[in-house]
């Protein structure tokens, strides 16, 4: 125990105090809005599931909803569920926004929309891809190559194969 003629004894005791309040505070919002998010998600998941679902080719007016309902109650269990990290990040860290990250992301998203128009579904996806992934100042040339080429084979068959979309997987100008 610290005694009050030590320097900064008293301030080091209510800092303490502050900081449990605002972990306190912080965690009842996380439970309250996970809670609310599932209620959420929960009720929209049940009114859905009262309209016609239809059939993955031939989907219904419940489909989307009750797909979105379901994602909404994940998210709410997950805010319920997953433990609180904010107080083991530095808060001034997120004091500036990471240029870096949002610019190669723009940059991917308008590379995806040229190269789409341009070569098709592939090469664009390859292009958004590889382009964003640098926005991890921890990427590699390797690893955002093996990345792209991933969602490159996953578009192919989700989207090319699977879906049957209407933009070509590979086509010149």
Known sequence: MVSPGQAGGYRAGIGVAVSDLKTARSRTRRLLSGGLVTLAGLAVTMEAITFGMGTMARTGPGFFPTVLGAV????????????????????????????????????GIAAFAIFGELFGLGP??????FISA????????????????????????????????????????
């Open 72 to 107: 909404l109650t994940i998210v709410g269990l997950l805010l319920l569920i997953v433990p609180d990290r904010a107080e083991e990040h530095d808060s001034a860290a997120f004091g500036r926004p990471d240029w870096r990250g949002w610019s190669c992301i723009i940059m």
């Open 134 to 173: 640098f926005g991890d100042r921890e990427a590699t040339v390797k690893g955002s190559l093996i990345l792209a080429t991933a969602a490159v084979v996953v578009a192919a068959v989700v989207f090319s194969w699977l879906l049957k979309f209407q933009l070509p997987f590979v086509h010149w100008v």
């Open 124 to 129: 664009a996806t390859f292009a958004c891809v």
